[in-house]
């Protein structure tokens, strides 16, 4: 007998409905979550293990795309957009693994010695030696981009900018230590007096 004829049953027609699946959307929503990941963490890409682990992600949730698209699961929307954020994010995160880590590591060098950095452009006015290698003619595009002429002129600008940042974090490169000291040495000389004794002179300390 056909499911969805009606039938009899004490004089009252019904018809048998037939069952609904539970929608299957696990992989859908796996890749569309995983390829956002990296999109919202994509600040913190200046670390290289960061940026391998937002890149595992993005292949993860590319996997559960695909995966869920060739089985004709629900979500096919969930799915599509986890395929192509992820896709985009692989080829940004791979630019930025392999050709943003050097200048990366430069500038978290640059943040842990700012002090001696800036000290010794003002004395010497040169690049430092490990930064010379962007003197290379290969980045003169980038530099010209910048209305800059080479990486001296910008690495001149960036200490100046630096400066006008960080000025509260700076300490003066002549005389600050001076400074202290001969502040300390004032303040230590300075004199004291206490009342003596009822009736006598106060004592100089």
């Not at 999109?39 to 890409?45: A, E, Q, S, W, Y």
């Not at 960036?158 to 700076?170: T, V």
Request: include cysteine; hydrophobic fraction near 40%.
């Amino acid at each position: 007998m056909n499911p969805q004829e009606p039938q009899n049953s004490g004089g009252v027609n019904y018809y048998r409905l037939p069952e609904k699946k539970p929608k299957q959307l696990t992989l859908a929503i796996m890749s569309f979550v995983f390829s956002l990941i990296p999109v919202l963490l994509c600040c913190c890409t200046i670390y290289p293990a960061v940026t391998v682990f937002l890149l595992l992600l993005s292949v993860s949730a590319l996997v559960f795309g695909i995966i869920s698209l060739a089985a004709r699961k629900d979500g096919k929307g969930f799915a599509i957009t986890g395929v192509i954020v992820s896709v985009f994010m692989i080829a940004a995160l791979l630019f930025s693994l392999i050709f943003l880590s050097g200048p990366y590591s430069d500038m978290m060098t640059f943040s842990e010695h700012a002090q001696e950095y800036v000290d010794e452009y003002e004395q010497t006015g040169e690049v430092p030696e490990e930064f010379d290698k962007y003197n290379d003619p290969k980045y003169d595009w980038f530099w010209h981009s910048m209305g800059m002429e080479s990486f001296d002129d910008f690495y001149g600008d960036f200490i100046g900018r630096y400066k006008a940042q960080n000025s509260w974090m700076l300490t003066p490169s002549d005389g600050g230590s001076s400074s202290r000291s001969e502040s300390s040495s004032e303040s230590s000389q300075e004199t004291t007096t206490r009342p003596a004794n009822y009736g006598e002179d106060p004592i100089t300390i």
